[in-house]
Structure formats: structure tokens, C-alpha cells
């Protein structure tokens, strides 16, 4: 696609879901959950958020696309996530997957490669994360990563391109890998979105925030698409929240305000390059 092309459909899905506020359901994690839900809202979308597997498979049904996050886990996620997972599969309806704290834990690993068998649409991560589920798949070999330190990277975006790009084809999906320039691909087509702030890593959330963003917009477009208007709309509300802000506390304030503010056109012509 060329840059005019993925600009028109950006802008395009916005006003998509302003004008149908899609339901974009969630399994979060229990440490941002409020700020996942104000994001979706504020972005134009709807929230709800479940935990146990009767009500994943329900949302599944009257939703549109599902956010999953692995951040905390409790004991019955193992039953919820697989079984959230294959009714969106039957259904054929998009999902993101966060896969947060990769490595941590024998539960969290065994939920990850399970989900191999039915992926997500869109993965949103940190570069250490996608590599190592690139990884943990056997999708690529070679890297020297040691993985994610906890839930921060230890990894650059650019070293990161040729693991997303593997996971973005397996899935028949998009990957958004988050950092300092945010890189999103389905494979073949390769976009970096600038934008966003330094008080992103001074919050709790904002990665979480944004794989809820992707979702609600995975509910009224392809995956690609919903991956890099989500990404976009995430880096101009944080460039423009920084400039109002004096610490990391009305940061986050101003920057729910300005996701509410951004207008699609605004949100698809912020700056990004095609590779």
C-alpha cells in the first residue's frame, strides 16, 4: 500500500468507530483496567471488562473484536483465554493479544503456546516481547535477546522488525511493536509511527491502554489498519498531552482529553513513514 492509501483508510476507521462506538470487550490486567476502559471510551469506542471463561465466550459473541492481557494472571485464565480464544476463532472475529511478562511463569508460557494453535489478528508488545513469542513459536532463530526484564524491553524496535514481520504472517494478522518510533507490519507492508512522550514509561499503562485501543478499532476494520490507527492515534494524543503537562500525573489526564479531541484527519496524517 502507499502512504496515501493507508492515510485514507487511518482516517477512514476513525470515523468508523465515532460513528458506531463499537463494544470492544476486554481480559485485562487487574493494574490498569480502568485505564484500558477510559482509553477505549475516549478513542470513541465501548468497554467491558470480564475474567472468567462463561463471560469471555459471552463477550466474544455480542462484541466486536477482543482485547486479551496477560499482565496478572489468576490460576482459571488458562480455561478463560483458551476458551475466549476458540469461540472468536469460530466466530471469525478479530482479537489482540498483549503478552505481557512473556517468560514469567510456567501458566503464562503455557497460555502463550497454546494460543499458537489459534492466534490472535493483532499483537501488541514491546520489542523483547515479540521477539521472544517469535521465539517461543519457532517463527525465527538466531536472536540474542534475553527476553523481556519483567515487562520492560531490554530490546530496540529495529532489532525487532524481522520477529514481527515472522509473527505478522503466521497470523495472518498485524504486529505493533511499542517504543520510541512504534513499528506496525503485517509482513509485507511496514509503517514507523512517530509521536507519542517520555511520560508514557513514567505511567502504568500505556502499552496496556494501547492494545485496547487496537480493539476497538480491530472491531470496524483489517488488522493491519486497526494496529497503525490505534498506534497513530496514540502518538498524536501523547505529543500534544506532553505539551501540556508538567509530570507524569496530568499527563495521563491530558492525555484521555486529548484522545477524545483528535479529529480521524488529524489522526491519520500524523507524521509515519512507509518502509
Excluded at 466466530?91 to 503478552?99: F, G, I, M, R, Y
Excluded at 492466534?119 to 540474542?144: C, H, Q, Y
Aim: hydrophobic share 40%; charged share 20%; net charge negative.
Amino acid at each position: 500500500m502507499t502512504k496515501e492509501e493507508i492515510t485514507k483508510k487511518i482516517a477512514e476507521a476513525s470515523k468508523l468507530v465515532r460513528e458506531t462506538k463499537p463494544l470492544a470487550p476486554s481480559i485485562t490486567n487487574t493494574v490498569t483496567v480502568n485505564f484500558v476502559a477510559n482509553a477505549q471510551i475516549a478513542c470513541g469506542g465501548s468497554a467491558a471488562m470480564v475474567y472468567l471463561p462463561d463471560e469471555g465466550e459471552c463477550v466474544a459473541e455480542i462484541g466486536g473484536a477482543v482485547y486479551i492481557n496477560l499482565g496478572t494472571l489468576f490460576p482459571f485464565y488458562d480455561e478463560t483465554v483458551a476458551r475466549t480464544a476458540r469461540k472468536l476463532a469460530d466466530l471469525k472475529k478479530n482479537w489482540v493479544l498483549d503478552p505481557v511478562g512473556l517468560g514469567i511463569g510456567s501458566l503464562r508460557t503455557k497460555i502463550v503456546m497454546d494460543l499458537k494453535k489459534c492466534p490472535p489478528s493483532v499483537i501488541r508488545g514491546n520489542a523483547s516481547e515479540i521477539i521472544a513469542l517469535a521465539k517461543m513459536w519457532n517463527l525465527t532463530s538466531g536472536s540474542d535477546s534475553e527476553g523481556p526484564k519483567g515487562v520492560d524491553t531490554v530490546d530496540t524496535v529495529k532489532s525487532a522488525e524481522e520477529a514481527a514481520k515472522s509473527v505478522a504472517k503466521f497470523i495472518k494478522g498485524a504486529v505493533a511493536v511499542s517504543g520510541v518510533e512504534d513499528f506496525v507490519t503485517d509482513g509485507t507492508t511496514s509503517v514507523y509511527s512517530k509521536g507519542g512522550s517520555h511520560f508514557m514509561e513514567k505511567i502504568t499503562g500505556a502499552g496496556c491502554s494501547l492494545g485496547g485501543v487496537c480493539a476497538v478499532y480491530a472491531s470496524v476494520t483489517d488488522p493491519f489498519t486497526a494496529a497503525l490507527a490505534a498506534t497513530q492515534h496514540y502518538n498524536l494524543a501523547g505529543s500534544r498531552a506532553e505539551k501540556k503537562a508538567g509530570g507524569p500525573a496530568c499527563f495521563q489526564m491530558n492525555f484521555i482529553d486529548e484522545l477524545y479531541l483528535a479529529k480521524p484527519e488529524e489522526i491519520a496524517e500524523n507524521e509515519f513513514r512507509v518502509l
